[in-house]
Every structure is written in C-alpha cells, then in structure tokens.
C-alpha cells in the first residue's frame, strides 16, 4: 500500500474518533500538529509523509485516557499502520515516533531518535504553547474539574513521569511544570524559533493574570 493512501484512511479514521472531543485531544488538535509536523519536516529534511503518519497517530492511544500507561499508543498506532496495509518496517517507524513524542515531567529528558520523530515531537509541543497551548492546559483542567490558581500552591518540578502524570494541582501549576519548559527542549531550529515567540506570549499572559488577580487593573 503507497503511504499516501494509508495517510488518506488514517486521517479518515482519526477525525472520526477524535472529532468534537473537548479535553484537548480533540481532531483539530492532530490536525494542527500534523500541519506544524510536516512544515518542520520539510525545513529539517525529514521524510515528509512518515511525520504527517506520525503526527496523525500520536495521540491515539494517550496515556492519560489509558491508565497513564506509555505502552499503548505505540502498539496501536502500529497497528493502524499495518490495518491499512503498510509493511513492517513503517509500522515500526510510526511506533517508534509515538513512542517519543510524550512530556513525561520537568526532570524526564525526552530525546528523540529520529528527524521525523523530532518533527512530530516539537509541533505537539508548539500546540501546548502560545495562545492555542493557554486555551488547551485551562480546558483540560477544566474537564478534570481543577481551580485556575490557588495562591501558595506551587508548582512541582515532576522527577519522573508518574508524579507528573498523577498531579492533579491548579492549571496555573502546569505552566510552570511543562508549558514554559518547552522552549529548551525543541529538537528543530524553525520549532525552536516559533516556540519562541510563543514562550513570550506565555509570559506576558501569566504577568497580566497575577496582575488581575491580585485586583490591578492595570491603570
Ligand atoms: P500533548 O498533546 O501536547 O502531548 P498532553 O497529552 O500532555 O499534551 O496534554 C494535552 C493538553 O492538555 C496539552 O495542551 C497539555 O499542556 C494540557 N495538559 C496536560 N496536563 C495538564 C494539566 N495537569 N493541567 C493543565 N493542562 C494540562
Ligand atoms: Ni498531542
């Protein structure tokens, strides 16, 4: 099967599974990561069809939906690859992307081992930060019940990935434990660049937030 018609049906069943689902997941979220995906695959020379695959099965099987087990997105994602008919050797490919794209805490090293993996890993993480990355951390947050900020309650810098991912603190918390981490740990130069900028919208929306907090209004 040519990867062109596996991406075609991959994309057909993605949408369907992850249309209008409202924690962050949802299908426009793989669809702007794979957009990002394949335009700094195509800045870093990676191959441009394995990173669009990659990217539209990164989040089939997310840990947080699955017992925060890492194992599972890898071995479903290779098999959707192999479902539509695509060899062994690109399902491995695809698993071994999935299998590297998580933030698994501040203190866990994420390295990838391959440029279509880094593709895929950075546009993920570009999608957690900025104004899109600010809407996604308060709706997951939300869907899980958390306050915004609770004063005093500081963030923790997570040494492995099960602290991490069974923390349940205050969304504030969280862009102190992943989102304005992100920015040192990209992979490519052009993911580097927009993290960026960003990074910087990040920071002054958590300056405006305390500010308001607090009651300055700001005149
Ligand atoms: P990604 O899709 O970037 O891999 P995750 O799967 O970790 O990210 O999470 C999906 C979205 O929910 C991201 O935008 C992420 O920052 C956000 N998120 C994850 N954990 C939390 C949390 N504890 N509080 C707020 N937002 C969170
Ligand atoms: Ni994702």
């Known amino acids: 099967m040519n990867i062109q018609d596996i991406i075609t049906a991959v994309e057909a069943e993605m949408k369907a599974q992850f249309e209008g ?3 962050g997941h949802d299908w426009e979220h793989i669809a702007r990561v794979r957009r990002n995906a394949v335009m700094l695959a195509e800045t870093e020379g ?68 391959s440029l279509e993996a880094a ?18 951390a308060f709706a997951y947050g939300g869907s899980k019940g958390r306050p915004l900020y609770v004063p005093g309650n500081g963030p923790n810098l997570h040494a492995d990935f099960d602290s991490y991912a069974r923390d349940e603190g205050a969304t504030v918390n969280h862009f102190y434990e992943k989102l304005l981490l ?38």
């Open 21 to 23: 689902e409202g924690s």
């Open 46 to 113: 990676a191959d441009v069809d394995v990173a669009a695959l990659g990217a539209l099965l990164h989040d089939i099987a997310d840990h947080k939906f699955h017992n925060h087990s890492l194992e599972e997105g890898p071995v479903q994602a290779a098999g959707a690859v192999r479902r539509h008919g695509g060899d062994e050797s690109l399902a491995q490919r695809i698993a071994g992307i999935v299998a590297e794209v998580s933030y698994k805490g501040a203190g866990v090293a994420t390295p990838v081992s």
């Open 119 to 136: 593709a895929v890993q950075d546009a993920d993480r570009l999608d957690a930060m900025g104004a899109i990355g600010i809407a996604r």
């Open 182 to 219: 992100l920015k040192d740990r990209m992979h490519t130069n052009s993911g580097r660049k927009l993290a960026e900028e960003r990074h910087r919208f990040m920071e002054l929306y958590l300056k405006l937030f305390f500010a308001e907090w607090e009651g300055n209004t700001g005149d």
